[in-house]
């Protein structure tokens, strides 16, 4: 039986380690919040007290934690001279994470995993809840070929489409390409089903329009914005649960930081991050990205 450590269990990280559960590996937690270890608990997981104790005895270790200064301080140690991951896993252990951090993070730590002979790739994932909920998470894989051989073995037990990038962090730039994108067409959604609205179109019937014309997108087919039009939607649940409205500008913001660093054009990308920007000040962090709908509708006359 493949054992395997699981550290980080929120909205993401605690359907993918159920699924890795279900495939009748042995899964070994850890989070900061015990609530969250213990639901996985009746699921059949090891509920553990540390990193530390975790990791031991797994052959692969899978985090999702929320940003870069907490993945390096995970794996390469914190400040406050408390050990790393990589002090602390057995020879041979596979690293994956799956978190989505800066490129630049995710190619430090595999440089220093090289450095100590393991095999590191950053797994970010696309697919929202319900599709770590279902097992068909994408994960875009950034590493040297024989990591992502082996990391496959891990993630398709968590997933339906695995691509390998490229080397080490360019799962990364994938997903914040993959995001900046979501970002805009999001925005871009909310807007024009909102000048429906605003000019007496049913978003129902505007949605099933443009679903069959060019303006169709992934949000329109899948994760309709507009309460009421699509039951499993977000949108439908008072915008819970999903994908925060504070991690989409936190995505949106790593994407504007590697724009700036290559010198690449995002003029769609900025205006789809200060809308955000815009939006979470009004104290929608935690709602669902797709709430964004609703500062359309607070500034225009719907």
Not at 107 to 134: C, L, M, Q, T
Not at 135 to 157: P, S
Not at 160 to 180: P, R, S, W
Request: aromatic share 6%.
């Amino acid at each position: 039986m493949t054992t395997i450590a699981f550290i980080g269990l929120g909205n993401m990280g605690a359907p993918m380690a159920k699924n890795l559960l279900k495939a009748g590996c042995k899964v070994q937690v850890f989070d900061l919040v015990e609530e969250a270890m213990l639901e996985l608990e009746s699921y059949g997981a090891i509920v553990t007290k540390s990193v530390n104790d975790a990791v031991k005895q797994a052959n692969a270790v899978v985090t999702m934690l929320p940003a870069g200064e907490h993945v390096r301080a995970v794996y390469l140690g914190d400040h406050s001279g408390g050990p790393g991951l990589l002090e602390l896993v057995e020879p041979g252990t596979l690293l994956i994470d799956s978190s989505t951090i800066d490129p630049e993070s995710a190619r430090i730590v595999a440089k220093h995993a090289d450095d100590k002979g393991f095999e590191f790739v950053d797994a970010p994932v696309s697919g929202g809840v319900a599709g770590a909920a279902a097992g068909t998470l994408t994960f875009i894989v950034g590493g040297n070929d024989r990591a992502f051989d082996r990391a496959e073995q891990v993630l398709k037990h968590m997933g339906k489409n695995i691509f390998h990038a490229g080397k080490a962090g360019d799962g990364q730039m994938g997903k914040i390409c993959n995001n900046l994108m979501l970002g805009i067409l999001m925005s871009g959604t909310c807007e024009a089903l909102n000048l429906g609205i605003d000019n007496g179109l049913d978003p129902k019937v505007l949605s099933s329009i443009m679903l069959q014309s060019s303006g169709r997108n992934w949000a329109l087919e899948l994760y309709n914005p507009c309460p009421g039009v699509m039951e499993n939607a977000p949108a439908s649940n008072h915008y819970q649960p999903g994908f925060m409205s504070k991690l989409m500008l936190k995505d949106l913001g790593l994407g504007l930081d590697s724009a700036s660093k290559s010198q690449s054009s995002v003029p769609m990308g900025a205006l789809a991050r200060n809308l955000y920007a815009f939006h979470n000040a009004a104290g929608n962090e935690e709602l669902d990205f797709s709430s964004l709908f609703e500062f359309y509708q607070k500034n225009s006359g719907g």
